[in-house]
């Protein structure tokens, strides 16, 4: 833990050396888990939120090579795990 916090100070100084700004709203520290580009992550590992999936959990059958193409699109940009 007191290497992470380490970790980030050296961070956040190399950021102010290089004249940076912060926002104090947006900016996390420390947190259980964090919501990044449609992904909760967390100390378990990631998983793609609700709304990321919803698409494709509701997808109707397929009419032509398009369709194939589009939900193979969907599931690459999300990151489902198939297995």
Sequence with gaps: MFEHL??????LQRIKHARGTFSGPKMIICSN????V???CSYEGKRPINDAIR???CWG?????TDIVRIDF???SVG????
Aim: hydrophobic share 45%; with cysteine.
């Design 6 to 11: 380490k970790n980030i100070n050296r961070i």
């Design 33 to 36: 888990h964090i919501t990044i």
């Design 38 to 40: 449609g992904f909760e």
């Design 55 to 57: 698409k494709i959990l």
């Design 61 to 65: 059958p397929c009419k032509d090579i």
């Design 74 to 76: 969907q599931i690459f």
């Design 80 to 83: 489902v795990d198939l297995n």
